[in-house]
T-cell receptor, first 113, second 113 residues
């Protein structure tokens, strides 16, 4: 079946620290991979995505590389800010089955000044 | 502005009283979905729709109904709500393309007492 496993939280970092949130997936076929971010009281917003192996998605200083050999899509940022405090979800989608998305359980990040 | 609109944002109801949560999108997307978000479980898909009059069950469909009479609307119906349906609900729509992004509504926080 299809599933996403991501690092348990919560994660607390000091401002300017390096961030890694691990994400691995199980899927049949060739999924697309996503990171979504949820700020308090809001819906999910797309942070970045990658649609094939070795693609790197990037946005707002965040990066993730689609690694088919390790079935991973780890999220990284070199220097986090207080405004990055949010819940981060790793997800995959499989085209052709309702474009169904499968989400990880989410990782809560708090950045302290 | 591209958006997915859900209503209401907050709802408290009693066990057994039928309710409908509305969802509308203005992007002409074919795919629409409903998810529920519960602590420690991430987002789980309830139902999805690939087009008008085409709907199918997701991972947790019990106790819910949907309809897709128009492309833009995808209401979620709880015929007889129970306390275990207390949750945060999200509607999403996505493009019918490989790697298409899912756009999320702001969420509906439902409490069933």
């Amino acid at each position: 079946g299809n599933s996403v496993t991501q690092m348990e939280g919560p994660v607390t970092l000091s401002e300017e620290a390096f961030l890694t949130i691990n994400c691995t997936y199980t899927a049949t076929g060739y999924p697309s991979l996503f990171w979504y971010v949820q700020y308090p009281g809001e819906g999910l917003q797309l942070l970045l995505k990658a649609t094939k192996a070795d693609d790197k998605g990037s946005n707002k200083g965040f990066e993730a590389t689609y690694r088919k050999e390790t079935t991973s899509f780890h999220l990284e940022k070199g220097s986090v800010q207080v405004s990055d405090s949010a819940v981060y979800f790793c997800a995959l989608s499989r085209f052709g089955t309702g474009n169904q998305f499968y989400f990880g359980t989410g990782t809560s990040l708090t950045v302290i000044p | 502005e591209a958006q997915v609109t859900q209503n209401p944002r907050y709802l408290i109801t009693v066990t057994g009283k039928k309710l409908t949560v509305t969802c509308s999108q203005n992007m002409n997307h074919e795919y629409m979905s409903w998810y529920r978000q519960d602590p420690g479980l991430g987002l789980r898909q309830i139902y999805y729709s690939m087009n008008v009059e085409v709907t199918d069950k997701g991972d947790v469909p019990e106790g819910y109904k949907v309809s897709r009479k128009e492309k833009r609307n995808f209401p979620l119906i709880l015929e007889s709500p129970s306390p275990n349906q207390t949750s945060l609900y999200f509607c999403a729509s996505s493009e019918g393309l490989r790697g298409g992004e899912a756009f999320f509504g702001q969420g509906t926080r439902l409490t069933v007492v």
